[in-house]
């Protein structure tokens, strides 16, 4: 069974980008997935505080700081799969996802290996109020490219433009239905 973790980064439960993000998680849990979705906002979670503390003790896979993220580093450890849900603030992810993938950090070794199986997809389910989609991702690329650094496998970016009001997306069948064909690429072999 393959095991999905969804990191929401929106504020907003009710949003475009959660409604975006649950339509690939109950997709890919129709597919036989189990996932596990973790609500950035509500969570105590601290920024990288650049202690080291992940490079200078090999048997530390994640990060020795004692928050929220422990759990959620966890997961990412044994998940097969990612999926990174944010809405475009300022031409990049917003700051409640920008602080946990800081602290993806810990998965690199002193020599710049990763600690991580190989393989994880990520899956970036991005939304915006500009319809043009293309507008943003090179941003996103940039961080696929990183995320890539760090040991994850292939990046897929789930692109939904023109969208303003909360829950908006509900009205958008084209939308949903990239989230189902991107569920089914998330837990394919």
């Not at 990191?7 to 036989?32: D, F, I, W, Y």
């Not at 920008?98 to 190989?118: A, H, I, Q, T």
């Not at 084209?174 to 072999?189: G, H, I, N, P, T």
Request: aromatic residues 8%; proline residues 4%; hydrophobic residues 45%.
């Amino acid at each position: 069974m393959k095991k999905v973790v969804a990191l929401m980064g929106s504020p907003r439960k009710q949003g475009n980008t959660a409604l975006l993000m649950e339509e690939v998680v109950q997709e890919a849990e129709k597919l036989g997935a189990k996932a596990e979705i973790f609500y950035l906002n509500g969570l105590n979670l601290k920024g990288c505080q650049a202690c080291f503390a992940c490079k200078s003790n090999p048997d530390c896979v994640t990060c020795v700081i004692k928050d929220d993220a422990a759990k959620i580093l966890d997961a990412i450890v044994s998940a097969d799969a990612v999926i990174m849900a944010t809405p475009v603030y300022m031409w990049d992810m917003t700051a409640q996802l920008k602080l946990l993938v800081d602290r993806l950090f810990c998965f690199l070794n002193p020599d710049y290996s990763s600690k991580l199986s190989p393989g994880k997809k990520i899956l970036w389910a991005i939304t915006q109020g500009n319809p043009d989609t293309s507008r943003f991702l090179p941003a996103f690329e940039k961080h696929g490219k990183m995320l890539e650094f760090l040991g994850f496998g292939q990046n897929q970016f789930l692109l939904a433009g023109g969208l303003r009001l909360p829950g908006e997306i509900r009205s958008q069948g084209e939308f949903l239905q990239k989230a189902r064909d991107m569920a089914s690429w998330l837990v394919a072999d």
